[in-house]
């Protein structure tokens, strides 16, 4: 039964500069808010240039600032306009901080990055400290190899903010299977504010939705996630069914909208010659998708994760290692726990290693016959520790040291 928190507000900030990952998770995160508090509103900010492809429900909004993209150097440029980085970043800085003000959310919950892209979301987190709201962190199991995030962490003056800025740290997952800030040096003050929720359970939609196509079952799906760094696995898979008839499930691949145009043609026409694949650009139900599968092959992000461990299917997990290696390390611990299975060796994408993992694929254990206690539980613990912030709230200023965060590198 639903309960109420009228009139409360959640500001919900996602930079969204690749993929599909951080606009999903936080959506997930607010429809479970608002289906479990009746008078919750939620707000999410976002640059991800398909955020109105997908549908929300009652109370659930969101504003789309300017997009960015990362390059394959690491750098970013602006997405759509033609203009320099430094006037987006400063556009989407005021978008955000005046949306904050004049939304005034009880709860501020920024995703993955402590201060933003380029430290976007600092005046919004100062002013909203001082007028009481709540900030959180959230961030996904695991981040990345730990020298790197030092690095990266180190550059962008990150833990200064951790210890400064946010009243908790959300880790939507379970300590056993990621501890998303190992290798760095955590002050106790900031590991006392870090809360492991478990990860977050997904459902299919309750009303009967379509999907964009229709797959006689049983059928195996292929999803590269958004798409813009899954050619390799997707390739890898397409080549086992070019080259061994008798694999044993029909596989429905799903391209993903950032997968280059050029590319997603040439997957459809070698897709189109064999008569039990076909593929597909994107489905905004892709919960649907995968709860109808017999199986699962994917490059191991935190979405496709959760949703593996939902439905409780069969998974063969093929992650990137490049430019982070958070999907190998995450696909490496679910394999040593027994929920799903890695496969290596993407940059050689020999086709009997891979036909050869998809014949055993249907001998492996399900997710469910493993148990650990918790693993589902992350909407429940947010919307917990969402009801205890909103509820008492403090409208007094809260003592920070800005003067820590005094230079934000891009």
């Known amino acids: 039964m639903s309960e109420r928190l009228n009139g409360g507000r959640v500001l919900i900030y996602s930079h969204d500069t690749f993929g599909l990952g951080h606009l999903r998770r936080c959506r997930t995160i607010a429809h479970s808010l608002v289906e479990r508090y009746k008078g919750l509103s939620v707000l999410i900010l976002s640059?991800?240039?398909?955020?109105?492809?997908?549908?929300?429900?009652?109370?659930?909004?969101?504003?789309?600032?300017?997009?960015?993209?990362?390059?394959?150097?690491?750098?970013?440029?602006?997405?759509?306009?033609?203009?320099?980085?430094?006037?987006?970043?400063?556009?989407?800085?005021?978008?955000?901080?005046?949306?904050?003000?004049?939304?005034?959310?009880?709860?501020?919950?920024?995703?993955?990055?402590?201060?933003?892209?380029?430290?976007?979301?600092?005046?919004?987190?100062?002013h909203l400290r001082q007028r009481g709201t709540v900030t959180v962190l959230g961030l996904r199991d695991v981040m990345d190899e730990?020298?790197?995030?030092?690095?990266?962490?180190?550059?962008?003056?990150?833990?200064?903010?951790?210890?400064?800025?946010?009243?908790?740290?959300?880790?939507?997952?379970?300590?056993?299977?990621?501890?998303?800030?190992?290798?760095?040096?955590?002050?106790?003050?900031?590991?006392?504010?870090?809360?492991?929720?478990?990860?977050?359970?997904?459902?299919?939609?309750?009303?009967?939705?379509?999907?964009?196509?229709?797959?006689?079952?049983?059928?195996?799906?292929?999803?590269?996630?958004?798409?813009?760094?899954?050619?390799?696995?997707?390739?890898?898979?397409?080549?086992?069914?070019?080259?061994?008839?008798?694999?044993?499930?029909?596989?429905?691949?799903?391209?993903?909208?950032?997968?280059?145009?050029?590319r997603q043609r040439a997957f459809q026409r070698r897709a189109d010659r064999l008569p039990h694949v076909q593929t597909l650009e994107f489905d905004n139900h892709i919960?649907?998708?995968?709860?109808?599968?017999?199986?699962?092959?994917?490059?191991?992000?935190?979405?496709?994760?959760?949703?593996?461990?939902?439905?409780?299917?069969?998974?063969?997990?093929?992650?990137?290692?490049?430019?982070?290696?958070?999907?190998q390390i995450r696909a490496r611990r679910a394999q040593q726990l027994g929920v799903a299975k890695m496969l290596v060796g993407i940059g050689d994408r020999d086709w009997r290693v891979m036909a050869r993992a998809l014949h055993e694929l249907p001998n492996q254990s399900l997710p469910s016959e493993v148990v650990i206690p918790g693993i589902l539980d992350g909407l429940m613990t947010i919307g917990d520790r969402v009801e205890s912030w909103v509820v008492t709230r403090h409208k007094a200023p809260v003592d920070f040291r800005p003067d820590a965060l005094f230079h934000i590198p891009q």
């Open 47 to 126: 640059g991800s240039p398909i955020i109105g492809s997908f549908d929300y429900r009652a109370r659930v909004d969101f504003v789309r600032i300017p997009g960015v993209i990362k390059l394959h150097n690491g750098k970013y440029t602006s997405l759509g306009l033609h203009i320099d980085l430094e006037q987006t970043l400063a556009m989407r800085s005021s978008i955000i901080h005046h949306t904050a003000k004049i939304f005034d959310p009880d709860l501020f919950l920024v995703d993955k990055e402590p201060l933003g892209l380029g430290g976007e979301v600092l005046p919004t987190l100062q």
């Open 287 to 327: 919960e649907l998708l995968i709860a109808k599968a017999v199986g699962v092959v994917a490059m191991g992000g935190y979405n496709t994760f959760c949703e593996i461990l939902s439905f409780n299917k069969r998974a063969l997990l093929v992650p990137r290692t490049r430019p982070r290696k958070e999907q």
């Open 146 to 262: 730990p020298t790197m995030l030092r690095r990266e962490w180190q550059r962008k003056r990150a833990l200064p903010a951790l210890r400064d800025l946010y009243d908790e740290i959300w880790v939507y997952g379970l300590e056993q299977l990621g501890e998303p800030l190992a290798g760095l040096s955590i002050p106790g003050l900031v590991q006392e504010k870090m809360i492991y929720t478990g990860y977050l359970r997904r459902d299919p939609p309750k009303e009967r939705m379509l999907t964009s196509v229709e797959m006689k079952e049983p059928y195996l799906l292929v999803t590269a996630g958004g798409g813009g760094d899954g050619e390799e696995m997707i390739d890898w898979v397409l080549r086992a069914y070019e080259y061994d008839s008798s694999l044993p499930f029909s596989a429905l691949f799903v391209l993903g909208p950032f997968m280059t145009p050029a």
